[in-house]
């Protein structure tokens, strides 16, 4: 589809393992952006690309997370030792640089049990 | 810095009636402001935006919002209110510098019949 995609779309896992997001933008959209949604905290900004820059990594809450975007092109969210607060609905947006539009993908519901 | 503050994390509307969805802002910057509607089980999708053009903003499905300087205001308005419109709804903001969406806490809408 043209569309920002997402997966998976529901992950599982247990306290302290390593998890893995993949988003995949619209294509040409060198802007991409990770924000998580969740009940107690409401939708929050985690990190940003924007082609070749370094990063906007300001909104990530722990060094537990981290992204990466290889070629300018699909992103990986990891969080490593995962805990039972990182649960949350996590969402990818994509954009055209200079143009604010972001399109959000349907998002991964992590959950830590 | 950027906030932005919904009154109102309920609004209930009669089908027909007016809605209206209170979006306060702040930033020290001029903003871009965007409202999004979020379907259950859904992803984000951008109602609408304003980036320092027209201050009346009008969006898909009927919506829009007048961009008011003076009272740091984004409301969004629908003449009539259509069951399909029972969603949350997001108020956000970013600026040139830091394009990063900051999203108020979020209105869901309901419609009576």
């Known amino acids: 589809g043209a569309g920002v995609s997402q997966s998976p779309s529901n992950k599982v896992t247990e306290k302290g393992k390593d998890v893995e997001l993949r988003c995949d933008p619209i294509?040409?959209?060198?802007?991409l952006y990770w924000y998580r949604q969740s009940l107690g905290q409401g939708l929050e900004f985690l990190i940003y690309f924007q082609g070749n820059s370094a990063p906007d990594k300001s909104g990530l809450p722990s060094d537990r997370f981290s992204a990466e975007r290889t070629g300018g092109s699909v992103s990986t969210l990891t969080i490593q030792r995962t805990q039972q607060e990182d649960s949350a609905v996590y969402l990818c947006?994509?954009?055209?640089?200079?143009?604010?539009?972001?399109?959000f993908g349907p998002g991964t519901r992590l959950t830590v049990l | 810095a950027q906030s932005v503050t919904q009154l109102g994390s309920h609004v209930s509307v009669s089908e027909g009636a007016l809605v209206l969805l209170r979006c306060n802002y702040s930033s020290s910057v001029p903003p871009y402001l965007f409202w999004y509607v979020q379907y259950p089980n859904q992803g984000l999708q951008l109602l609408l935006k304003y980036t320092s053009a027209a201050t009346l903003v009008k969006g898909i499905n009927g919506f829009e919002a007048e961009f008011k300087k003076s009272e740091t205001s984004f409301h969004l308005t629908k003449p009539s209110a259509h069951m399909s419109d029972a969603a949350e709804y997001f108020c956000a903001v970013s600026s040139a510098g830091r394009r990063a969406l900051t999203f108020g806490s979020g209105t869901r809408l309901q419609v009576q019949p």
């Open positions: 947006a994509t954009g055209l640089a200079g143009v604010d539009e972001q399109f």
């Open positions: 294509s040409g959209h060198t802007a």
